[in-house]
């Protein structure tokens, strides 16, 4: 999004409600808000409204297909950015978009708006055309080759969006964590700009929308004087070999390259320190080397698989053993309110809250009223309520506050809840925060750093948003020879990332199961229910198949956040993905690419 957009903003579900066509990509809140309240409702009560026509891109027949009566466009994983480009074809061939608009907001489209360092033929009109560097068309037919959409439907689909009366475009976040995620969320923001479909009641600039908070205000934390940073997902490389983080090869911020790596490993509330994270053997061996990281201290409230790590184990309070003041939900949509938080039991045995446990570690620092400023957690709830109540004077005593819960509900401004309003009001005085003020469809940040960056081969930093094949993909002839299927994962209803993944009867509800297509299955004389393997070179797991028309054929799909849990023979009993995923970063944000898998599946 900074290379696209600048700040990060995207139009509220309930623009839905003027809307006649509603175009998702990877967007799935059946299941991943399935309240009754937030985004959820707002899109449902939004299409009650407007009844626009949903369709849904994705490579899963989702509960929000079935919802939103939606049609489905079941896509192969990794292939979004061809779809985008595809599409863009048979705009502009059958000149279908307003160039002239598309250059008043944008950069890079045609050679008219690019950057004086770019090569004359870099805009996305000749990588489209096929004008470009690569000498390739990228006809429906050519993105259908890719995409597994056929080109008719392709053609069909950009005439739709092009004469929609107002088209919301919208990506969830499953997209981006793919290997090529940078160029997909790139792609999808695109194809709003190309037609038109954004700062006008009822469409989107292609992101997923945050909510609006409230505002309640945060701890202080002060300024750190370390300013050196690494990217997240790169967590366990900083363990392993520190020497190979340097700012242009692994995004290292701050500072030319580590001075050490990381020795002390402070986790709250996380299960990434190894079910959460890509490639959980490798993270076992990383974990299980104490001369790498030396102490790994853990505040938990479960017995998850990362707190089995902890050289020190810190039981946590949960939410319902404290008293707090906190916002709205980023799910929220636009509602937003307060929340107060009241214990309704009282800490058990020797469980401490964070809060009060940091402050113990900052007195034996000598650091005690630095930290605290001689306040307890639930004082500065009350004060962080009372300095909203000096400007919404409206608000009751903090007293009865606590005793309502939820506080002051609120509803987005349409001026809020509509992206890019402003901006396409009148672009030059109301610009983006991009460099040039537009929509960078050709970013010269990116072709900078992909000038000043060292990539792994085979792997790209484009300055257009470009399809770039990952390498674990169906078309890696070589690597499908031997792991045929691509798999990715998906939120599920059973548990919240692997919160609650530990409760029994929510598995007996919905059941981890790996999905397959009968043709797959088939192949492998496998029926719904057969206990299975998923496995590839980085490990084995086992749990059962669900045998399924949901799904593409060559595809599988697993729910993530299982509790990792290994056998005698290292098979992972418990169904974790990370068992099977790659802790090789994205190219660009060094980020999770943890959906991009080559499997095999066979009966256990």
């Not at 192969?76 to 061939?93: E, F, K, N, S, Y």
């Not at 919301?168 to 976040?173: A, D, F, K, R």
Request: charge should be negative.
């Amino acid at each position: 999004t900074p290379y696209t957009h600048g700040d990060y903003v995207g139009s509220h579900f309930t623009q839905i409600a003027h809307s006649d066509l509603v175009v998702l990509f990877g967007l799935n809140l059946s299941e991943t808000r399935m309240s009754g309240g937030g985004q959820v409702e707002e899109l449902r009560r939004a299409l009650e409204t407007s009844k626009a026509r949903v369709i849904i891109i994705d490579p899963r027949y989702t509960d929000s297909v079935i919802t939103e009566h939606a049609e489905w466009l079941p896509i192969r994983p990794t292939t979004d950015a061809a779809l985008v480009a595809g599409i863009a074809h048979t705009l502009i061939t059958e000149q279908l978009l307003d160039e002239a608009l598309v250059n008043r907001y944008c950069v890079g489209y045609d050679r008219s708006t690019l950057p004086d360092t770019a090569a004359p033929n870099a805009s996305y009109k000749d990588y489209v055309l096929g004008t470009g560097d690569d000498g390739i068309a990228k006809t429906p037919e050519w993105a259908a080759d890719i995409t597994g959409i056929p080109a008719t439907r392709i053609r069909q689909l950009a005439r739709e969006i092009a004469s929609a009366r107002a088209c919301y475009i919208c990506q969830g976040w499953g997209p981006q964590r793919h290997a090529n995620g940078e160029q997909t969320v790139r792609a999808i923001q695109t194809l709003p700009a190309l037609t038109g479909h954004f700062g006008r009641p009822g469409t989107n600039n292609g992101n997923w929308p945050y909510g609006t908070p409230y505002g309640v205000p945060l701890l202080p934390v002060g300024k750190n004087p370390i300013t050196t940073s690494i990217p997240c997902y790169l967590w366990t490389d900083a363990i392993q070999h520190p020497e190979k983080m340097t700012a242009t090869t692994m995004g290292v911020k701050g500072a030319d390259r580590l001075k050490t790596g990381i020795k002390l490993f402070f986790n709250q509330a996380g299960n990434t320190l190894l079910n959460q994270h890509g490639e959980t053997n490798r993270t076992r061996q990383i974990l299980a080397d104490e001369s790498l990281c030396e102490t790994i201290i853990v505040i938990e409230n479960h017995m998850t698989p990362s707190a089995m790590y902890a050289d020190l184990l810190l039981p946590e309070t949960s939410y319902l053993e404290a008293e707090d003041l906190v916002d709205s939900s980023y799910a929220a949509g636009s509602h937003n309110y307060m929340i107060a938080i009241q214990k309704t039991v009282k800490p058990m045995w020797e469980v401490r809250s964070t809060y009060d446990i940091c402050a113990d570690i900052a007195g034996h620092l000598g650091l005690r009223e630095q930290y605290t400023e001689g306040r307890t957690q639930a004082q500065w709830a009350e004060m962080h309520y009372q300095q909203i109540r000096e400007k919404r004077p409206y608000l009751p005593e903090w007293s009865v506050a606590k005793e309502m819960g939820v506080i002051d509900q609120r509803i987005a401004t349409e001026q809020q809840s509509l992206a890019f309003a402003d901006f396409r009001a009148d672009a030059e005085a109301n610009p983006l925060s991009t460099p040039s003020g537009k929509i960078e469809i050709y970013s010269q940040a990116l072709a900078d750093l992909a000038q000043a960056w060292t990539l792994p081969e085979g792997e790209r930093i484009p300055a257009l948003p470009e399809f770039c094949p990952a390498k674990e993909s169906h078309l890696n002839k070589a690597l499908t020879a031997k792991y045929p299927l691509q798999l990715s994962g998906f939120h599920t209803k059973g548990h919240t990332h692997s919160t609650y993944s530990n409760v029994l009867m929510l598995h007996e509800a919905v059941p981890d199961e790996v999905w397959i297509n009968p043709i797959d299955a088939s192949a492998r004389q496998l029926k719904s229910g057969d206990r299975v393997h998923v496995f590839n070179d980085r490990g084995v797991v086992e749990l059962p198949c669900k045998v399924t028309q949901r799904i593409l054929p060559g595809v599988a799909a697993m729910p993530q956040g299982a509790w990792t849990q290994l056998d005698g023979n290292g098979v992972d009993v418990g169904g974790c993905i990370n068992t099977l995923t790659s802790h090789h970063p994205s190219p660009l944000a060094k980020g999770n690419p943890q959906h991009t898998n080559l499997v095999e599946i066979k009966r256990a």
